[in-house]
């Protein structure tokens, strides 16, 4: 039988916030707790994607163990309107409130792999200290190329020698791991042309909650609620901020503005929802929301007619959304922005409909499309829901990341 292994993840997001990479580090952690290795977590206190920290979590580092896995939450600087400069405060803070609690642990617990997930690089050289002081092997996952996706959208001017910076940082970090893993076959292609060795990388998907079936009820209790009762509701749920491009929903809304069939629904914080409400004032077939309970993510995909999912040009490889897994799991269709050959394209096609990135009218004719033919709906939703099942399983992952962390912890011994 194969020993359990030592296991320490850096990481700025993880539970109790409910969205984007805090979620899949919990799930990694916990589903290799659960297999009985050893893993201690070092994280930032909750913040995402409200840009606050709760009074509740205010103040120095705090330990506990959850789900069997240790963690230890560490102080940061949070900015309420996250810029450029102030993100990367904002980042190097975590990383140097994680330095201190990274070396104990690496002299403490001795861990065979040290994963460090990005964003945010800042913090591989913490994590590579700690993989050097304990011995370990240093793995970097990466969820987004946080470098790129600044100057894509419009975070960080690109002039002058910053993106020649940018990159030269870049690759000098991710040169530091034994192992790159990422999301999507296209992130791991673009690791390969940053330089990064095959024999060094993987592909570790982010997965879905096949737990979540179609509702048959529709979120019956959210139409209520919302006033959707007859609706066809166009569902956006997750982060509002500026890589997602939601303006285009606005303009979407606007077209269809002469159906009183169709409903806009989206729900979520961020820096940019004041923003957003501003442009839809005086549209009457769109709601905003607040971020759901994640007790209630069922109803909630169950309310959507059509699951609405925007991405401004340019990061359609830089970034693989984690919304898409739950928004196939539900068994509704998608209308995703994406050119022909990137990974959100290849993605969605075939359980949904991909229409130019920017372009409002045809993101409105796709909606109308799929609401005006429930068959085809139909046929999408349950393709979607097969994709779920067989691609985007937690087991299937989890199984090839064990098997990645035995390699590579069995090279370092």
């Known amino acids: 039988m194969s020993r359990a292994l030592r296991l320490a993840i850096v990481g700025l997001n993880y539970a109790p916030e409910e969205i984007g990479i805090a979620r899949y580090t919990a799930d990694m952690a916990r589903a290799l707790a659960a297999r009985g290795h050893q893993v201690g977590v070092i994280s930032g206190k909750p913040y995402y994607p409200a840009w606050h920290v709760p009074p509740e979590w205010r103040g120095g580092w705090r330990a506990s163990v959850e789900d069997g896995v240790a963690i230890t939450r560490c102080p940061l600087y949070v900015p309420a309107k996250p810029s450029g400069l102030k993100r990367i405060i904002h980042l190097a803070s975590y990383a140097l409130s994680a330095l201190g609690p990274a070396v104990r642990a690496a002299r403490k617990n001795r861990p065979d792999v040290v994963i460090c997930i990005a964003p945010a690089l800042l913090s591989v050289p913490v994590a590579w200290i700690a993989a050097r002081l304990s011995g370990a092997k240093l793995w970097v996952h990466i969820q987004d190329f946080e470098v ?89 749920s997750g982060n509002i901020a500026n890589k997602q491009g939601i303006d285009i929903l606005i303009e979407a809304s606007r077209h269809l503005q002469h159906r009183d069939d169709i409903a806009f629904v989206i729900c979520g914080d961020g820096p940019n ?141």
């Open 148 to 236: 790129e996706a600044a100057f894509a959208t419009g975070l960080v001017q690109e002039k002058g020698g910053l993106a020649k910076w940018g990159a030269r940082a870049e690759g000098f970090l991710l040169g530091l791991a034994d192992m790159v893993s990422s999301i999507s076959p296209q992130m791991v292609a673009k690791l390969h042309e940053k330089g990064i060795a095959a024999d060094q990388t993987i592909e570790i998907r982010n997965w879905a909650d096949t737990t979540i079936q179609p509702d048959p009820d529709q979120g019956a209790a959210y139409r209520a609620q919302w006033g959707l009762t007859g609706k066809k509701v166009c569902l956006y």
């Open 273 to 413: 929802r004041a923003r957003l409400e501003e442009l839809a004032q005086g549209l009457k077939n769109i709601q905003f929301h607040g971020l759901q309970p994640s007790g209630r993510m069922g109803q909630l995909l169950g309310l959507a007619s059509v699951h609405l999912l925007p991405q401004i040009p340019g990061t359609a490889d830089l970034v693989l959304p984690s919304k898409l897994t739950n928004m196939l799991a539900s068994g509704r269709p998608v209308v995703a922005t994406a050119n022909p050959g990137t990974g959100l394209y290849d993605e969605v096609d075939g359980c949904g409909i991909n229409t130019a990135p920017g372009d409002a009218a045809a993101l409105a004719c796709a909606v109308e499309q799929l609401i005006d033919d429930p068959a085809l709906a139909a046929r999408y939703g349950e393709e979607g829901r097969i994709r779920a099942t067989e691609r985007w399983s937690i087991a299937r992952v989890i199984d090839r990341l064990e098997t990645g962390l035995r390699a590579l912890a069995g090279a370092a011994r």
